[in-house]
Each structure stands twice: as C-alpha cells, then as structure tokens.
C-alpha cells in the first residue's frame, strides 16, 4: 500500500527512483526534535548516529562494571543513549502514518533492550499492526577478541602500533563495526524500525541503499561505495548544512537553526545532498566538500560492506541548497574490521590557576616550581602530569579578562588516593596545588570551583582489526521471534594497513603567482579536521582553479610539518589530494594523546586542529587576497 508521502517502501515499482534519506543526528548530544521534524519532510527512511568511540568506552565499561556486580536485564538501567526515545517518540505517529523507515545506532551496549522499549512504547501508542521493530546483533566482541588473544592474535593499534599484549591496561568492552548488510536485510524482511550498536556511522545509509536499490553486495561495489560516502555526508547531521563550516560568516541568518540533512540516493550509487526546507543553513559545494574531509584516513574509506576511493570524486551546485556528487569508487570489502577496546586507564583530575598580564611564562614556571616540590616524590605516582600555559595577554589589553590565561595541571594516575577528594583537609593533588597559594606569583588567582581537581574514572582505547569471520552478524525480528545470520560477503579482499601518500604532481612555482602578503592560511583556505582514535585528520581546500594550483603546490607535508610548529609530535604524517574538490589532505598519526576519553589535551576530538592551522601565515598571492577574505 502506497504511504502518504507517495513512496512505497522499498517495492519493486518504487526502485527506479532515488531513495531519499534523511540524517537526523550526529551524536548524542544532537538536537531532539530531529525524527519528528524530518518525518514531517518528503523522505523513505531516516538514519542518525548516536555513538562515538567516546561513549563506546563510557557504555561499554559502565555495562561491564554492571555485570561484575550480577546485575541482569531486569533490575538495572538500559545502558543505551538515554536520550533517544525523547527524540523518538514523537515521531511514532508519524511514521506509521507515513511508512517511513528508521535505522539508527541509538542501541550503544544494550541494544535488545532499546529495541524492546521502542517495541512497548509503539505497542502503548497502538501502533504495533503498523510498526516493525529489528535489532542488529554482533557488535560486543569482547569474548572474541579475548579467545583470539589467547589465540596469538597480535591486534595491532592501527594509530601508533604495538600489540594489545603490551599495552598494559586489562581490557573490559569491545566493539566492533557491523556494516549494512544486516540493516538491509531487516528492512526487506518487513522491519519499519531497525536499532543498533556499533554500526558504522554510514552502515544505515548503505543498508537502507542496499535494501531500497536491490544492490548485490558480492559485485555492486561502486553503487555500495557511493552510499557509503553518501552515509558519510549525512551521518553528522548539520555538518553538511554549514556546521563546523570554515566558512561560517556567511551563514549568520538562520545560525540559530540550522537544517538537517537529506541524501537522494540514486541507483547509480551517486547522490545529491538537500536539506530540511525553512531552516539556516546552506548546502553547497564547500559544505559538502568540507563533510568529506572531515575524519577520514587516507584515499581509501574503509566500512565493512565496502571500499570507497575518494580521489576522483567530484561535486556540482546543482541549484540553491543541492550539491550533486559523483566520482566515488568502489573496491571489495576487507577482510577486517575496526574494533574498539576500553580498559580503565585510572583517575584524572586537574587544577587551574588564572595567571593575568606580564611576563605570563615566568610566572607559570614560578607556580610549576611550587607544586612540583609540593608533590616530591610523589610525582612519579602520577602517570600523567602536564602542566600548560594556554592563551596569551595582548598588547595594551582593552580589559582584564582578556589579559587572563589559564595555567592547567592535568594529572592522571592508577592510585585513586592520590586524587581522592577536592577538599584540602589530605595531602593529594588538590592540596598540593593549593597550598602554595599565598607564596605565588603576582596576579595568580584559582577558580571558584575546584570539582575537578577530584578524580573521575577515565578510559583508554585502542583501536584494531579484527577478522570479519570472526563477527557472529545477526538481525533479530521482534515481531516473528526470528534471528537470522549475515555472514560476511565472500568477495572480501586484503588490504595493508597503510595506504599511499604521495606530494602533488607537477607543483606550480610560488612565485608565479605573483606579489603576496603574508597572514593567516584562513584569509582564502577553507578546511576541516577530525579524530578517528588518536589519529587526527585535517584537509584544505580553495574554490578557483588557480589558488588549487597554489595549494597543493604549497601545502608538502614538510610545509604542514612547519606550520604545525610545536604541536607536530615526530610521527608519521601522510598526504593525499582530491583534485575534483580541490583539496588537500593529511593524516597525523598518533596526533591525539591516545583519544578524547584519556587525552591530556584541549583538542580531543581533533576539531579544533584546521582552525589552528588557517590561523597560521603564510604568503598569500594578492591576486587571491583581492577576491576577498573567507
């Protein structure tokens, strides 16, 4: 029966058309009225991204610690994302009505249980005759990879190397990521609703393609690696519609609500990017471009289901708010698959003096002095101990606070008496930064909220591969008391760890550009970075031919190794280029202090890198700087 938006779910008579899908969150953290607002827009199926490697590690290791203490299913909470069904169920209604599909990965380390609350609240909203709901099964590998252990299996770190064995930290969660193919199969057995784990990001979007086309994931790989770069694009939600944007100035109007994504997916594998109609925002080829770039690895985009190759593709404005995308190329799918594996690294905490006006480096060494000998021998109890100076005073300062900088003590340790309390009645961090204060610098001053200066449990990840044929694949139909396996595909190919880095082809001189003047990158290079583990990504990229002829001619990794100054950490830096987008981009290995839930760094997620670097100067040619500043 044809749904009131005029699609038919998936039937054959409905195939020749592209499947419209909808991206309704990037995170956890994602705006709640998203299913119910884009239920109410022409759209098959809506997907969003609830999960991070930050909140793997926070799920996974609460459920483990749940289950040390005996807890069963019934008398402990559901450890999915507690905000989803807000987010949900206002939507029910509307879905039914419309026969819209969802597909999310909402399900985090309780992914049975979310599916059976979403299955009771459609049941008390009378809507069970209308809406199916199926979970994907697999994600949870901890049991796998310990037995693969024992086994010999080395699980190298994909970032910095080195073998689990070593790493010192006794794993408590592991996930891996499931692809498509099991969404897809849910979605043509009859599922309206499909709810889980460790997907990959983009794994709805191809699933949904998968299932919507009739694509043969054992061949269709360049229609399959479209839609993953397709789930890619709108896996983030407003990212592709002007978040995060280097480009932000000119998009104020509207800023306050920017729109949500929708991806028309064609059966050629290539897509065309709109958004939520009356929202802020903007589609375009510079937004689109800089979701690309944003978190990938190299040339190759690796999801279970598929290999993308990102050097050929290419982005058209189609018209206002619509960018089309074609180029991408597929490959056989690898024989492995990302896995996540969290231990408990210990307790952090952290104390801030604010530090005012002159001579701002002398008096963070003079504090750094005092809470050294403070802490004596003690020192060698933390693991992690770093002390940092962040911001500057400027010249002639037009008020105080902007003449203010934060010193920041950040220490982590496995002895939770070290940083027990935020009192000062004990000896312990706290204290020792404290005490101190009567003989410290001129100006120096604390926060009046100490609270972090307690420990709280942090997290280390590692990140590795792990054998698909080792991943027990399932979707389980609520509705049919139903489990039915998806093994991997057997076109699955071998890939090496690294992929090519190469310098550009054929650099144009700097000088025949003419006359330049120096300042910051950011006057006319438009960028985005991104963190995959402790990896950061960042990639560049310009809107005219000619300043495409500068930048990849300027931006060699040993530039970018320069313009990273201090920050560079001696590691391995690769190089790639897009030439149909006109960027340039780089992977910094190992750039991230071991990912967000355990680095010592203001940049865990690697967000803030691109902007660090357009902040930097380099000689831009005037013809360029004329044109005007981004």
Same mark, same amino acid.
């Given at each position: 029966?044809?749904?009131?938006?005029?699609?038919?779910?998936?039937?054959?008579?409905?195939?020749?058309?592209?499947?419209?899908?909808?991206?309704?969150?990037?995170?956890?953290?994602?705006?709640?009225?998203?299913?119910?607002?884009?239920?109410?827009?022409?759209?098959?199926?809506?997907?969003?991204?609830?999960?991070?490697?930050?909140?793997?590690?926070?799920?996974?290791?609460?459920?483990?610690?749940?289950?040390?203490?005996?807890?069963?299913?019934?008398?402990?909470?559901?450890?999915?994302?507690?905000?989803?069904?807000?987010?949900?169920?206002?939507?029910?209604?509307?879905?039914?009505?419309?026969?819209?599909?969802?597909?999310?990965? @909402?399900?985090?380390?309780?992914?049975?249980?979310?599916?059976? %609350?979403?299955?009771?609240?459609?049941?008390? +909203?009378?809507?069970?005759?209308?809406?199916?709901?199926?979970?994907?099964?697999?994600?949870?590998?901890?049991?796998? =990879?310990?037995?693969?252990? *024992?086994?010999?299996?080395?699980?190298?770190?994909?970032?910095?190397?080195?073998?689990?064995?070593?790493?010192?930290?006794? #794993?408590?969660?592991?996930?891996?990521?499931?692809?498509?193919?099991?969404?897809?199969?849910?979605?043509?057995?009859?599922?309206?609703?499909?709810?889980?784990?460790?997907?990959?990001?983009?794994? #709805?979007?191809?699933?949904?393609?998968?299932?919507?086309?009739?694509?043969?994931?054992?061949?269709?790989?360049?229609?399959?690696?479209?839609?993953?770069?397709?789930?890619?694009?709108?896996?983030?939600?407003?990212?592709?519609?002007?978040?995060?944007?280097?480009?932000?100035? /000119? +998009?104020?109007?509207?800023?306050?609500?920017?729109?949500?994504?929708?991806?028309?997916? $064609?059966?050629?594998?290539?897509?065309?990017?709109?958004?939520?109609?009356?929202?802020?925002?903007?589609?375009?080829?510079?937004?689109?471009?800089?979701?690309?770039?944003?978190?990938?690895? !190299?040339?190759?985009?690796?999801?279970?289901?598929?290999?993308?190759?990102?050097?050929?593709?290419?982005?058209?404005?189609?018209?206002?708010?619509?960018?089309?995308?074609?180029?991408? *190329?597929?490959?056989?799918?690898?024989?492995? %698959?990302?896995?996540?594996? %969290?231990?408990?690294?210990?307790?952090?905490?952290?104390?801030?003096?604010?530090?005012?006006?002159?001579?701002?480096?002398? *008096?963070?060494?003079?504090?750094?002095?005092?809470?050294? @000998?403070?802490?004596?021998?003690?020192?060698?109890?933390?693991?992690?101990?770093?002390?940092? +100076?962040?911001?500057?005073?400027?010249?002639?300062?037009?008020?105080?606070?902007?003449?203010?900088?934060?010193?920041?003590?950040?220490?982590?340790?496995?002895?939770?008496?070290? =940083?027990?309390?935020?009192?000062?009645?004990?000896?312990?961090?706290?204290?020792?930064?404290?005490?101190?204060?009567? &003989?410290?610098?001129?100006?120096?001053?604390?926060?009046?909220?100490?609270?972090?200066? @307690?420990?709280?449990?942090?997290? /280390?990840?590692?990140?590795?591969?792990?054998?698909?044929?080792?991943?027990?694949?399932?979707?389980?139909?609520?509705?049919?008391?139903?489990?039915?396996? =998806?093994?991997?595909? #057997?076109?699955?190919?071998?890939?090496?760890?690294?992929?090519?880095?190469?310098?550009?082809?054929?650099?144009?001189?700097?000088?025949? $550009?003419?006359?330049?003047?120096?300042?910051?990158?950011?006057?006319?290079?438009?960028?985005?970075?991104?963190?995959?583990?402790?990896?950061?990504?960042?990639?560049? $990229?310009?809107?005219?031919?000619?300043?495409?002829?500068?930048?990849?001619?300027?931006?060699? =990794? /040993?530039?970018?190794? &320069?313009?990273? !100054?201090?920050?560079?950490?001696?590691? +391995?830096?690769?190089?790639?280029?897009?030439?149909?987008?006109? @960027?340039?981009? $780089?992977?910094?290995?190992?750039?991230?202090?071991?990912?967000?839930?355990?680095?010592?760094?203001?940049?865990?997620?690697? *967000?803030?890198?691109?902007?660090?670097?357009?902040?930097?100067?380099?000689?831009?040619?005037?013809?360029?700087?004329?044109?005007?500043?981004?």
């Amino acid at each position: 029966m044809a749904a009131t938006n005029g699609h038919t779910n998936g039937s054959t008579s409905s195939r020749k058309r592209a499947l419209r899908i909808a991206g309704a969150s990037g995170g956890f953290t994602d705006r709640q009225r998203a299913i119910h607002s884009l239920a109410g827009c022409d759209v098959d199926v809506i997907v969003g991204d609830w999960m991070s490697e930050c909140t793997m590690s926070w799920h996974g290791a609460a459920k483990s610690a749940i289950l040390a203490k005996g807890a069963g299913s019934d008398n402990r909470p559901g450890l999915y994302d507690p905000s989803f069904m807000a987010n949900l169920t206002p939507a029910l209604p509307l879905l039914a009505e419309k026969g819209i599909k969802l597909a999310v990965n @909402a399900g985090a380390s309780d992914t049975e249980m979310l599916a059976s %609350t979403v299955q009771e609240k459609i049941r008390e +909203l009378g809507l069970q005759e209308r809406l199916k709901v199926a979970w994907i099964q697999g994600d949870e590998v901890l049991d796998v =990879v310990n037995r693969l252990l *024992k086994g010999g299996e080395k699980f190298e770190n994909i970032c910095f190397g080195g073998e689990l064995k070593d790493w010192g930290f006794e #794993p408590v969660a592991a996930q891996c990521y499931l692809g498509g193919a099991g969404i897809a199969e849910a979605f043509i057995q009859g599922a309206d609703i499909v709810i889980c784990g460790r997907v990959a990001d983009a794994a #709805p979007t191809i699933g949904a393609a998968m299932w919507w086309h009739g694509w043969d994931r054992n061949t269709d790989f360049n229609q399959l690696a479209g839609s993953l770069i397709a789930g890619h694009l709108i896996e983030c939600s407003s990212y592709v519609c002007g978040g995060y944007y280097s480009g932000f100035k /000119e +998009l104020f109007d509207g800023c306050e609500n920017v729109g949500f994504p929708i991806a028309e997916v $064609f059966a050629d594998g290539s897509c065309a990017l709109v958004k939520e109609p009356n929202t802020g925002g903007e589609i375009s080829v510079g937004t689109v471009a800089s979701q690309l770039l944003y978190e990938i690895q !190299g040339p190759q985009y690796f999801g279970s289901d598929v290999v993308a190759v990102l050097e050929g593709i290419n982005m058209k404005q189609e018209g206002k708010d619509r960018v089309l995308v074609t180029g991408v *190329k597929g490959k056989p799918p690898p024989t492995t %698959t990302k896995v996540g594996i %969290t231990a408990s690294g210990g307790y952090q905490a952290e104390f801030h003096f604010l530090l005012v006006g002159l001579d701002l480096e002398q *008096k963070a060494e003079w504090t750094e002095r005092q809470v050294r @000998a403070s802490m004596g021998k003690n020192v060698d109890r933390f693991s992690c101990l770093k002390f940092t +100076l962040n911001g500057y005073c400027p010249e002639d300062p037009r008020n105080q606070d902007v003449a203010t900088v934060d010193f920041r003590v950040f220490a982590q340790t496995k002895d939770r008496s070290l =940083v027990i309390k935020d009192t000062i009645e004990v000896p312990g961090f706290n204290r020792w930064c404290l005490e101190n204060f009567l &003989q410290s610098c001129p100006g120096a001053t604390i926060e009046n909220d100490i609270r972090q200066s @307690a420990g709280k449990e942090f997290y /280390e990840y590692w990140a590795a591969l792990l054998p698909q044929k080792e991943v027990n694949h399932q979707v389980n139909l609520l509705w049919a008391g139903q489990k039915i396996d =998806v093994p991997p595909s #057997p076109s699955m190919e071998l890939y090496t760890t690294r992929q090519w880095s190469y310098e550009t082809k054929d650099p144009v001189s700097l000088s025949s $550009f003419g006359p330049t003047t120096r300042g910051p990158m950011g006057w006319r290079v438009l960028g985005r970075s991104g963190d995959k583990a402790s990896d950061a990504n960042v990639g560049f $990229f310009v809107r005219y031919d000619d300043e495409w002829d500068w930048l990849r001619s300027l931006l060699t =990794v /040993e530039k970018i190794i &320069q313009l990273l !100054g201090p920050e560079y950490n001696g590691k +391995l830096v690769e190089r790639f280029e897009i030439p149909g987008i006109k @960027a340039v981009h $780089f992977l910094l290995h190992d750039h991230l202090d071991r990912s967000y839930n355990a680095t010592s760094t203001y940049d865990g997620l690697g *967000k803030n890198l691109c902007e660090y670097l357009r902040a930097k100067y380099v000689d831009i040619p005037n013809s360029f700087l004329r044109r005007g500043r981004i």
